[in-house]
């Protein structure tokens, strides 16, 4: 299930002197036993005796034996330097029914239910590294290469949460022994990268939590089902706990104040509605200004739209989007998708002072799709905005998608620095489809036929920083193979120097 690794040990313990330490202990429990076995006959018989001079001599010994096993290790000599790791891969997610408001803030508690699909994490994904040795001094985590404090109370929730959580682990081969109660006494060092921007409103932290709580749960041999490890991952990031499944997914708020039903479900896996094609315009890629978090808490405190949202739209939207996903009904999923984005953003203004996540980029990308599906009397394309100016659009095939993408480099063609490779990233094979090779072929592309007889079409170039072309995607997943790990085996740090 994952790899184990250890930092070559500079010379291993010599048998001998092993069965010899062992026939030590064999040789103190016996007479352990033996005087706590006198002991008791002694207090059935009703009197008290001295403990013997031996029984006194040898306590402190047996004492630091107690501490060892209790602490869960058993290990010989030099077998301190061992490194175990686990190296895992999470996708992102896009919200299509947004989640926005908390009930409890310290467990992250939603006040009410979302719906997601979960994105290719070939295109958008977290992978974490987690080691653990007993020579490491205390819990370190780098993110995307520079350390960062993993003294939140967020990562404490959920590092807490699995430790109750961790099963015995022993590897007979090394010798290496860890009892449950042993994880606790155990520290960590957690590396882990995103394959796109961090906090650029793409869901880095879903990702990510995810990603953390699946790998660490990995390494410690938890038993919990993947629904009960997104209540945990819950606890790092609200949206994080639907990035445990693949496919569509729905985080139900629950009602327990524990928060253990406040969990994601899988709707459908990401074979259920293979056609979809995602693209995400990549708008801005600098850290976004309001987070998700504050953001929400103002729109708690002082909207009085979010009551109605939460209490009213929202639960009977969800119904409709599980019916539209269970039925591939595109026209139905796309008109709930874009009035929950807009919704959400209304939530946004109605804060007490306004919080603006889209900018201008945002609402042109709006205008748009809203043109083009008015002209078409039926939606082609569904948009969704989560807390940044990035647009996640929605297309019900690959035909469909390579029009939108004929549209959307119409009016947003690269900058003069561009070159067409790392402007269109992901699946590069819908560029083709829609016939374009070059940037020449950019450039000669013509306005979409609802733009007709409107003012001269205006262009945006430089606007958008680039375009992922994707799709909906599979769950974590363990990677297997050394190349992927980011910690190195025999350091216990980051391979990649800070
Ligand atoms: C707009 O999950 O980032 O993306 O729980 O405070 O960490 P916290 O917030 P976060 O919020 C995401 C909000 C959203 C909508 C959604 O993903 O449902």
Known sequence: MFRQCSRSPPSPPSPLLQELSQAIYGYVWVVVAFQYSQSLLDQRRGFKRKQSF??????????????????????????????????????????V??????????????????????LDPDHLSATTTVAVSPSFEKDRMWLNGKEI??????????????????????????????KKEGWNKLHFHIASYNNFPTAAGLASSAAGFACLVFSLAKLMNVKEELGQLSAIARQGSGSACRSLYGG???????????????????????????????????????????????????????????????????????LQMEEAIRNRNFSSFARLTCADSNQFHAVCLDTSPPI?????????????????????????????????????LIAPNRKVASSLLQRLLFYFPPGPDNELNSYILGDKTIL?????????HIEALKPPPEAKDKVPSQRFAGDVSYFICTRSGKGPEVLMEEEHALISSQTGLPKIPI
Request: hydrophobic content about 40%; some cysteine; glycine content about 6%.
């Open 432 to 440: 083709q489809e829609a016939g374009i090779e070059s940037l020449n």
């Open 149 to 178: 404090p993993l003294s939140g109370g967020r990562y404490q929730n959920c590092l807490r949460e699995l430790r109750s959580r961790a099963g015995d682990f022993e590897d007979e081969n090394r010798g290496i022994q860890i």
């Open 248 to 318: 569509f997914v729905k985080w139900t708020m629950g009602n327990e104040m524990s928060g253990r039903d406040s969990k994601a479900v899988q709707l459908a896996n990401e074979t259920h509605w293979e056609d979809l094609i995602i693209i995400v315009a990549v708008v801005s890629s600098r850290q976004k200004e309001t987070s998700s978090t504050s953001g929400m808490r103002e729109s708690v405190e002082t909207s009085s739209l979010i009551q109605h949202r939460a209490k009213v739209v929202v639960p009977s939207r969800i």
């Open 356 to 392: 603006f996540y889209m900018n201008d980029t945002s609402h042109r990308i709006i205008n748009l799709v809203e043109r083009w599906n008015r002209h078409e009397e039926t939606p082609q394309v569904a948009y969704t905005f989560d807390a940044g100016p990035n647009a996640v």
């Open 97 to 118: 029914i947004k989640y926005w408001g908390k009930r409890d803030e310290n467990l992250i508690l939603p006040i009410n239910d979302s719906i997601s699909i979960t």
């Open 54 to 95: 031996f029984f006194f001599l040898i306590r402190p010994n047996l004492y630091r034996l107690d501490i060892l096993l209790r602490s869960g290790f058993v290990m010989a000599g030099e077998s301190q330097k061992w490194i175990l790791m686990a190296t895992a891969r999470a996708p992102t997610n896009i919200a």
